[in-house]
Every structure is written in C-alpha cells, then in structure tokens.
C-alpha cells in the first residue's frame, strides 16, 4: 500500500465516523466514544499536513481552540492541582473536534448526510418516547425502566428536551426550505417533537429552548408585521398548550413556588432544583467576586465552592448549572470573553454558510445552547458538549475558505 493508498484509507473511515458519530450522539455514550476515538486517529493521519492551514482559515474553529487553550492554563494556577484541572480539562476536549472536522464537513454531501444521521436518531427517539407514552412496553423487558409521566428515551429528561427541541426546529426548517416530497412528513415531525417536549417529557429546559427556536423562527423568516402576527399566534398556542396540559402545568408552578421559597443560604434545597440552582448562582457569583479576572483555575471550582459554604447546610457542588458563571469561576473574565468571543463570531459567520438553511441552523444551535448554558452547565456533559461541538464542526466546515480540498 502506498503513502497516498493509506491517507485514502484514513480519510475514508474518518468520513464514515464522523456522519455515524451524528446518529449515535443522541443514543450510545459508548459507541461515541468509540468514534471519537477513530475518528481522531483517521482524520490526523488523512489530513494531518492540512490542518494548520484549515484551522487558521476558520474563525470560528479558532476561537474553540482558544478557549480550550485557555482552559489548559487555568490547570496550573489557583485552587487545584494539575492533575485535577486536567480531569476537568478532559470535559472540554470535545472544543478539539471543531476543528478536527473541518476537511470532513466541507464537503456539502457529507454535511448532508450528517444532518440525516442526526435526524433519524432523533427520529427513533421520538417514536420511542411516543411508544413508552402510550405504554406499549408496558408489559415486557424494554424500556421498562422508563416511565409514561416522563417518556425519555436514550437520555435523561434535560438533555432529551434540550435535543428534542432542537429537532424540532430542525425539521421546521427543513419544511421551509426543502422541495422535496418529504416536506410534509418533516411538519408532522417537527409538530410531534414539539408536542413530545412541552406535553409529554419534563425538562423545563427544554421547554425553554424551544419557545426561544420558535421566536427566533419567527423573527427571521418575516417582515415586522407577520412576526407580530406570529408573536401573537405563538402566545395564543402556548396559552393553549398551557391550559392543556396538566404536566407542563404542574412543572411551571413547582418552579415558581421553588423560587418563592428560596432564601440565601438557608440550605435544605436538595429537593428543589430551583432552590438548588439560586444557591449555586449566589455562591458562584461570590467566587467571582473575589476571582474577577483569571478565575480559580480550570477544576478549582468545587474547592472553592466548599469555602463558600463552610458551616452552612447549603449542598456541595461541582458546577453551579450555568456554563457563563462557570467560566468566569475558573478562568476569569478572560475565560468567559473567549467563550462568548465563540458565540458571538459563530453567529456572525452563520451568514457565509452556504445555504440559509445551514445559516438557520446555525444560528438555531447557538441559541439551544447559549440559552441551556443559563441553566446547565451544558459543556461539562457529554451529550450536549459532543452536540455542540459536532453540530458546529459540522455547520461552520461550510465556510468559504482560500483552498479547497479533493
């Protein structure tokens, strides 16, 4: 076999790993890992003379690899030890991916395919949820640990409501913007999966993430009195959903009376997610307070967490449930600009992308994440940092660049 046999080879199986990655992000934790893994040993041997030139083209892989750079720094100052920062270092890695798939996904069939991966895994999802919903695995060996009241499949609810919604918005988009003859079926699927996050499932995060896709949808796609048309359509929907469903219902209430109970530093929130996550918000900020401008190091976090709360009843923690607050816990100011330096240069290069349906997409994924960044700390986990780095990889390889691979 030749040099050039072998970087075929490589580039091939690269490509197959990289579209399979995008079904089985929202299943198998497993069988990502095992992607991943082939897919950083292919791609650097397939494109590793390339990769300097590709990066350095693309603004948005750049920044990832910045802010990842700058998290690496933060292992060998403030509250922790090297080897704890590059623990939490290692939740980070998947920043590493945008720019390892930029000779994959711009080719605009594979992008393509990369979309139907993702879709059709979203797509058995939902048909799943909707099965364990309507009991049909009631009475055998599968899924039975998975109850009617909250039909989550792969995932737990959050992360099941943060990918559904965005499925949903996918497939209305599709509906725009497709000739096809599947365009009906995907405004059934969108309608189903928006059904199946705000009736049926019940992370609240998810409820959140998709009211501001359909308000972004809105706001793109028309003139200013169609969007107060649409913004008026969509209250008198949400009234609708709200008054019809007793789960969506029950979840908003529990989280007002959560709030209304909740008073600093009383402790004994262990039961109330949002008692919880104002007692992290309120510690986390006194961090800051005392850290403003390099953090306490990338994985000083939870130590410094631990002082806050020294002879208090409130709950230890290893985040605080928002991704800006724990940026600028462990890297200062400096470490929150690069991750919204990030955000912002995606949105701005959406625009280039070479279709409006990748520009929505786009654009569409950094308001599912910046917006579960409020209430999660979305890239420490798994699922919905690979979501956000592959969808990205995938989206911004679109960009137009200086050099064209073959």
Known sequence: MTYTDFSNANRKIACISAV?????????????????????????LGWHIQYTSLVYQNSVAKSALMLFFILLIGCFYGNSTPTEGFKVLGKYDDLLLFGLLLPIFSNSQLRRYGQYAFMIAMGITMLLSYMIWLKVFEHTQFFSNRLP????????????GILMGFAAFASAVYTIYSNSKMRWAMAIASILAISNVLLMTQGRTGYIVTFALTAYLIFSLFNWRKI???????IIASTLIYSTSPRLQSRIALSINEAELWKPMQGNNETSSIGT???????????????PLLGVGTGGF?????????????????????????FFAQIGIVGLSAFLLLLTLAWQSATRLPTMTETLLARGLLITIATGC???SLLLDHTEG???AWLCGLLFSGLPSKNTLR
């Open 386 to 388: 690979l979501f956000f």
């Open 374 to 376: 409020l209430f999660n």
């Open 149 to 160: 009241d909250n039909p989550v499949v792969f995932k737990l609810h959050i992360t099941h």
């Open 302 to 326: 939870e130590t410094a967490y631990d002082k806050e709360i020294i002879g208090t009843n409130v709950a230890r923690s290893n985040n605080p449930h928002n991704q800006f607050l724990l």
């Open 228 to 234: 107060l048309l649409g913004l008026f359509l969509l």
């Open 277 to 291: 996550r104002m007692d992290y918000y309120t510690n986390t900020i006194k961090i800051i307070q005392k850290n």
């Open 20 to 44: 399979i990655l995008g079904f089985s992000l929202p299943i198998s934790t497993g069988l990502d890992s095992i992607l991943l893994l082939l897919l950083l040993i292919t791609a650097s």
